[in-house]
């Protein structure tokens, strides 16, 4: 249903994923209730989201010569995401993440190594050149190395692609950095790490995304879980409620998911209020499944629940 295409550029992990009752103190050894491995890695998830809602997706990346860089093949093949840009290294490994998930709150903690895609050049990253030039937008992460990312954005806006960054994860960057984004996506730690504030509640959230308009950002999309997201511009202020789909059995891809949707609104021609409701049912729907890019929902599902209107 995508008008123009979406670029999006970020890393495939391996995701291996634990869920215990409570979350375990450094030292301390718990039983765990459940283990899974699946695909991941933010710009991974990004793009199968984007896909399954519409969008037709490209991603950038690289992957190692193995069996976890022939599962991110399989599965972008799989879900309708063109594989020309996912290049191969020939002496590293595929990333993988760790991700430990709270059973009872279904809330999480991260580690991830990208692997092979910390080898992705910028060469390799001008050859999707043509791609991006005629893109509806350009969305990337901060699993990429800096240098990486902030090439990426150049050769979007030197085309008069709009361009999303997804600071995760969360880090100060330099306001050249920002002055190229025209859509910035942090969720509450995310924003702090940028603006060195407590961002927990809607008033925070919208005093940091003055912070960041002022060093350059056009729009700012500030993400609050399950109260929904800030959208804030020179021109307007808007909170987007979130989506209640159904009991919450894990929160890892939600942000992905409301990225990847996001994208797919603007590449409809939604306004920046719309595109975020629109990903914030997407990721609604995301939270009532285990996993990342398995639990990201189909175009039919966020239609249905826009249309039902269950929020909060």
Not at 37 to 56: E, W
Not at 65 to 70: K, L, M, T
Not at 118 to 142: G, K, N, W
Request: hydrophobic share 45%; net charge negative.
């Amino acid at each position: 249903m995508s008008f123009q295409p979406i670029v999006i550029m970020g890393v495939f992990a391996m995701d291996l994923a634990f869920r215990t009752p409570v979350m375990p103190a450094w030292g301390e050894t718990l039983r765990g209730a459940d283990f899974r491995m699946g695909p991941g890695g933010k710009g991974s998830n990004q793009a199968v989201a984007a896909a399954r809602l519409g969008g037709d997706v490209y991603f950038i990346s690289k992957v190692g010569n193995d069996n976890f860089g022939a599962l991110a093949r399989q599965t972008h093949r799989s879900e309708g995401v063109h594989a020309d840009f996912l290049f191969e290294s020939a002496g590293s490994s595929t990333g993988a993440a760790l991700i430990v998930v709270d059973e009872a709150r279904g809330e999480n903690a991260i580690v991830v190594v990208p692997g092979a895609a910390d080898e992705l050049t910028l060469q390799e990253i001008d050859m999707a050149e043509r791609q991006i030039s005629s893109a509806a937008c350009l969305m990337t992460q901060l699993e990429l190395p800096l240098p990486l990312v902030e090439h990426g954005l150049k050769v979007a806006q030197r085309h008069g692609i709009p361009t999303i960054l997804n600071p995760a994860p969360g880090c100060a960057l330099p306001d050249s950095l920002l002055e190229l984004c025209d859509y910035l996506t942090p969720n509450e730690s995310e924003a702090t790490a940028l603006t060195g504030l407590p961002v927990q509640t809607w008033e925070q959230a919208e005093h940091a995304a003055e912070i960041l308009l002022a060093r350059g950002v056009r729009n700012v999309v500030v993400t609050l879980g399950d109260r929904g997201a800030l959208v804030k511009n020179t021109q307007l202020t808007a909170r987007v409620d979130a989506f209640n789909a159904g009991r919450v059995v894990e929160t890892t891809g939600a942000g992905d998911a409301l990225n990847g949707g996001f994208a797919v609104g603007l590449s409809e021609g939604m306004d920046v209020v719309s595109a975020v409701r629109f990903g914030c049912a997407a990721a609604g729907i995301s939270v009532t499944r285990p996993g990342t890019a398995p639990s990201m929902p189909r175009r039919s599902e966020v239609d249905a629940l826009l249309a039902n209107g269950r929020c909060g």
